[in-house]
């Protein structure tokens, strides 16, 4: 026999025996339905939702839908959802065992299953015992997941706040300062108006030297002359320069003032697309499959134990054995 696991010698051994096979079949298909039974196999329901990322803005070459993944994957969200629902109970892990923490994480993650999808949104499913529990833990994490995202955005708003804040009194006091000097200068030289003070003085040195207009003070006329000379050029300058620093001031103003205006705003962050549900199917266990897997176990099983007993009892092929 050069090859005893051949096909012609499987379909002999199937033929011969094939009534003890289908009866093989039918126990093992007997038994896998009580097995799989609600008694024996405690029934799990699943909970879907189906997400895509809003007002998020990746902070390296990843997409959007790859940043969701980060946000809802966090240990963040995680300890929340643990917490509120007590999982640690709820799955029978004792806080007195060595590897509670390792063992609560691995439950989690076995019941909880964040994916991508083919269309770039987020699939997050939860299966539980308990069909409502599932649909809140997948709610739970949803809004845990917003929650932390807006704090961390608030955290960023609020740093462009306080700096905001500190270069606005920065300006404000360099304004301040432009202006305390101008108004030292208007008032040691009696300018104030370069333009318009300029043309008073040409009018008045003009009627003092054609005689006409009596009222006219020459010598005051000279003071303010000698003034406008010596300060007009930094009057000038002052003048624009507090002109720009008051743009200055009112365009950091108006970022001001988005970001308080971001920091009380109420973004969402995840967008539901498909929103989770109570199932009232069970996901597992699925009999069919059971039942599969115990049949084709048992046969493939039973085939080969009959396949060696055959072996086993044919005679040995020698110099003495025709």
């Keep these: 026999m050069d090859n005893f696991f051949n096909n012609t010698n499987l379909l002999r051994i199937i033929t011969k025996w094939k009534w003890h096979l289908i009866i093989l079949s039918v126990v093992a298909a007997i038994v896998s339905l009580v097995v799989s039974s609600p008694l024996i196999m405690t029934p799990r329901f699943k909970s879907v939702a189906y997400v895509y ?9 990843e997409s959007e839908t790859e940043q969701m993944l980060q946000w809802i994957n966090s240990i963040e969200v995680r300890d929340s ?18 590897y509670f923490e390792s063992t609560l994480e691995y439950m989690y993650t076995k019941n909880v299953s964040i994916v991508k999808t083919q269309y770039e949104s987020v699939e997050v499913s939860v299966t539980d015992i308990d069909p409502v529990m599932a649909r809140d833990i997948v709610k739970a994490i949803l809004f845990y997941t917003d929650e932390k995202i807006r704090a961390t955005h608030n955290v960023k708003y609020n740093e462009v706040v306080v700096a905001m804040e500190k270069v606005l009194k920065v300006k404000q006091a360099e304004i301040d300062s432009v202006k305390s000097l101008y108004r030292e200068i208007a008032t040691n030289y009696g300018v104030y108006d370069v333009l318009g003070q300029s043309q008073e003085i040409t009018r008045g040195e003009l009627r003092t030297v ?24 930094d009057l000038l ?18 970022k001001y003032d988005v970001a308080r205006f971001d920091i009380g705003k109420k973004f969402t962050f995840v967008n539901v697309v498909t ?11 699925k009999r069919l499959f059971v039942m599969f897997y115990f ?4 046969l493939l099983f039973s085939i080969l134990t009959i396949a060696f007993m055959e072996r086993r009892k044919m005679p040995v092929s020698g110099p003495n054995n025709g």
Aim: charged share 25%; aromatic share 8%.
């Design 53 to 61: 990322p809003s007002n998020v803005m990746p902070y390296s070459d």
């Design 81 to 98: 959802v643990i917490k509120k629902f007590d999982l640690a109970k709820h799955y029978g892990i004792s806080p007195e065992e060595k």
């Design 210 to 233: 054609d005689g006409g207009g009596g009222n006219i003070n020459s010598k005051d006329v000279q003071k303010l002359k000698q003034g406008m000379m010596e300060k007009s050029g």
């Design 237 to 254: 300058f002052l003048g624009n320069r507090i002109e720009d620093m008051a743009n200055e001031y009112s365009e950091i103003m108006l």
């Design 275 to 285: 929103p989770p549900l109570v199932s009232d199917k069970k996901s597992y266990p």
């Design 295 to 298: 049949v084709a176990g048992t």
